[in-house]
Antibody, heavy 114, light 107 residues
């Protein structure tokens, strides 16, 4: 059974850093196209970043230079390192598999506030 | 970036109605379009991929059509479980983008 479980969210001050994790099972993270998608409270879905099975990475323009997507094949886990966080980064962050997104995690809430 | 525009933003309908949601792309995306359904507090669920292919397990009253820049999602006979928010997404470019969503509510 395919499962994706996000963790690492929480309350963080503006300018801070946070690393989100997405532990997967039922498939290998390095053989799939993996993405991060976020949803601000009461708002729509926003694509954040993706990593191809070959290792190429892509980012939304607003996150370029601040966010880094990576994976650890030995832990079968996807990561999103988020730096210089802003209030507008407050959202539920989902990891998702495949293209388009056939499988999603349950999401982890990131709140950026002083 | 490819911009995706959905209409309407909100749609009021009754059980048994036929409803259609439209999604327009700012440039041609061929058939690289997906539709998702999201209920409050839950992750989105894939309904349609490649504009018109039904994801496994999705009821056949849901269908998608279109290509190029204009696409539609149709529910032929609305059921109580269908009241939710629907999003289109293009996956032609490296930077995938979503429409702003259509909330389907009970009239």
């Amino acid at each position: 059974e395919v499962q994706l479980v996000e963790s690492g969210g929480g309350l963080i001050q503006p300018g801070g850093s946070l690393r989100l994790s997405c532990a997967v099972s039922g498939f290998t993270v390095n053989s799939n196209y993996m993405s991060w998608v976020r949803q601000a409270p009461g708002k729509g879905l926003e694509w954040v970043s993706a990593i191809y099975s070959g290792g190429s990475t892509y980012y939304a323009d607003s996150e370029k230079g601040r966010f880094t997507i990576s994976r650890d094949n030995s832990k079968n886990t996807l990561y999103l390192q988020m730096n210089s966080l802003r209030a507008e980064d407050t959202a539920v962050y989902y990891c998702a598999r495949d293209s388009p997104y056939a499988d999603w995690g349950q999401g982890t809430l990131v709140t950026v506030s002083s | 970036d490819i911009q995706m525009t959905q209409s309407p933003s909100t749609l009021s309908a009754s059980v048994g109605d036929r409803v259609t949601i439209t999604c327009r792309a700012s440039q041609s995306i061929s058939s690289w379009l997906a539709w998702y359904q999201q209920k409050p507090g839950k992750a989105p669920k894939l309904l349609i991929y490649k504009a018109s292919s039904l994801e496994s397990g999705v009821p056949s009253r849901i269908s998608g059509s279109g290509s190029g820049t204009e696409f539609t999602l149709t529910i032929s006979s609305l059921q109580p479980d269908d009241f939710a928010t629907y999003y289109c997404q293009q996956y032609k470019s490296y930077q995938y983008t979503f429409g702003q969503g259509t909330k389907l509510e009970s009239k």
